[in-house]
């Protein structure tokens, strides 16, 4: 049997819950608030990357089974792999599993829950029903596939000092005047344009970046093309990791490792880095042929961020969607209405038809 944390009220005996927005533990029962004692996480703390890497068995999430016992009603039931933090599901008794340290890196920090289940709901109908080219009966018939779930779920934030060699070209313009055959009165008559063309030339050179925090998904659970709207969240809120936070939530585990994740922040890098060498490649037109990068002092935290996360049906398929825990923001796989896609896309031809007949008049 896994042992596990219940949080226990001393008033009644009762499940104290994380009281969202309150920074306490609340009992589910008689409303006593104990208060949770975590100090904002240290803004600068970083774990040097390249030194956890060399310890072998921080390298690939290992899958543990928790048989739990549940004190309250007695029933044994097992923990999904990647989870440590969630209900009995006989009795609803709050259970929180340490994280086991021989077998996964602890959580530096956790970004408290501040949006309520209510508020998320009404988040969520509001972003349903602002999409933009989505069917008129999704409104109507999108049904709420699965109870709404608070979670927390880990996150990785990279710090890295990059430098990069580059090749490519600079364009710049210039103007020339050519002879061109024009309708004049019925008649042909040659006149001078203007046009422009780019004069090419090669440019090499070194840029450096400094990133700080850049925040990737530590988990499966949600798909790989949300990682962009759950990368934005306000880290200066950020608390140290404390249990008690997790009370009553769903809490997982890292499924990507520490590697996988950093290769996710070098995506999320380059796009940066290219802009960086656009800039200085300078002119007014860029062709990037080669970046080589080298990454220094690369620094990582692990996070528990706040999310409620659910499903809609529609037409018999299922979409995901999740709200920023701490923001109220939502986002999720949607449906498209191919009907008033191809409309607009008429529509927006018909209108630059117009406008070039109207110019020829
Ligand atoms: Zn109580
Ligand atoms: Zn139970």
């Known amino acids: 049997m896994t042992p596990y944390k219940h949080f226990k009220c001393n008033q009644c005996g009762s499940d104290l819950d994380y009281a969202i927005g309150l920074h306490s533990l609340k009992c589910v029962s008689c409303g006593q608030v104990d208060p949770i004692e975590a100090e904002p996480l240290d803004q600068y703390l970083a774990h040097d990357y390249k030194q956890a890497i060399s310890e072998l068995s921080f390298f690939d999430p290992q899958t543990v089974s928790h048989e739990l016992k ?21 009795c609803d008794l709050n259970v929180v599993v340490p994280v086991d340290h021989e077998r996964h890196l602890s959580p530096d920090g956790v970004i408290p829950f501040e949006i309520q289940q209510q508020q998320a709901e009404a988040a969520f109908k509001k972003w349903l029903h602002g999409l933009w080219f989505a069917p008129t009966a999704l409104k109507r018939k ?4 699965q109870a709404i779930q608070g979670s927390y779920m880990p996150l990785w934030a990279f710090d890295a000092q990059v430098e990069s060699d580059y090749t490519g070209q600079r364009g710049d313009n210039y103007y020339t005047t050519v002879r ?9 008559v040659m006149q001078n344009k203007t046009v422009v063309k780019i004069r090419w030339r090669h440019k090499s050179g070194r840029v450096f970046n400094q990133f700080d925090d850049v925040v990737v998904m530590g988990s499966y659970t949600l798909p790989l093309k949300f990682q962009n709207f759950l990368s934005r969240w306000d880290l200066f809120k950020t608390k140290e990791y404390n249990e008690k936070y997790l009370s009553g939530f769903r809490s997982e585990l890292y499924q990507i490792s520490l590697p996988d994740g950093f290769k996710l922040a070098k995506e999320v890098m380059y796009r940066t880095i290219r802009q960086t060498v656009r800039r200085d490649i300078g002119g007014d037109h860029q062709r990037i042929h080669s970046i080589d990068s080298v990454y220094h002092a690369v620094g990582y935290k692990l996070l528990l961020a706040p999310m409620w996360i659910s499903a809609f049906n529609y037409k018999k398929k299922s979409f995901r969607y999740v709200i920023n825990g701490q923001n109220g923001k939502a986002y999720g796989e949607r449906p498209w209405s191919i009907y008033k896609i191809v409309g607009a896309v008429l529509l927006l031809a018909m209108i630059v038809g117009s406008i070039y007949v109207f110019s020829q008049q």
């Open 70 to 90: 549940c004190e309250n009603c007695g029933a044994n039931f097992t923990m999904p792999q990647n989870v440590h933090s969630e209900e009995c599901p006989y």
């Open 142 to 145: 999108a049904i709420q596939a």
């Open 180 to 188: 061109v055959p024009t309708r004049v009165n019925g008649k042909t």
